[in-house]
């Protein structure tokens, strides 16, 4: 029986797209070389495994590309990437109406975090959230996974984990988890699936 639901974001909940955020960023950037720009995933890697805080990161795009705005200006174009899913919008409402508890699990940093929070009424469906720059861990370690299960007293076999990367899908699967992958371009198969997962003998 399934009694829970640990749910990635990007790429799930939310399309998401840097490609735009970057052009704005080095319309406002006096540093244009690639290895400059390189160093731009390094940070966000660092910041969303919680190396390091929001100053330092911004900070350090400044260093490296010469960002000429404001940290607000900054902030405006690094949380400008996200798009809405209305499939997986009316899915999550549906499970929420449904009784099943809804949890998060996502890479990500505390500017994204303020930034969908304030923006999508849909995460107002989720009871609670492992973010890997609070816990200084980043998929698909298992222990980030462990500390879902641990935090929100999951039953694996009993939860299905949905994430949009193969490594992540894995790493839940290995510690017992219903874990399914997920396309947002292919919706209804995945709800599909989810559904005869769900209810079995419908």
Do not use: C
Request: net charge negative; no cysteine; charged share 25%.
């Amino acid at each position: 029986m399934i009694r829970a639901a640990l749910f990635d974001i990007g790429n799930v909940i939310l399309p998401f797209d840097f490609a735009p955020a970057r052009a704005r960023l080095r319309a406002r950037s006096r540093v244009h070389e690639p290895a400059a720009w390189q160093q731009i995933d390094a940070l966000k890697h660092d910041y969303e495994g919680g190396q390091m805080d929001r100053a330092a990161f911004i900070a350090g795009v400044r260093h490296h590309v010469g960002f000429a705005g404001s940290d607000d200006d900054f902030v405006a174009i690094w949380t400008d990437i996200f798009a809405a899913n209305p499939p997986m919008d009316g899915l999550i409402e549906r499970l929420h109406s449904g009784g099943l508890p809804l949890y998060l699990l996502s890479n990500t940093s505390d500017i994204h975090v303020d930034a969908f929070r304030s923006r999508y009424p849909i995460f107002e469906r989720f009871v609670g959230a492992v973010y890997s720059h609070e816990e200084r861990l980043l998929k698909p370690d298992a222990e980030i996974f462990r500390r879902a299960i641990d935090r929100f007293s999951l039953s694996p076999d009993e939860t299905i984990y949905i994430d949009d990367l193969s490594p992540n899908v894995q790493a839940a699967a290995a510690l017992g988890f219903i874990a399914l992958p997920y396309d947002y371009r292919a919706h209804q198969d995945f709800e599909r699936d989810l559904m005869n997962r769900l209810h079995p003998d419908a």
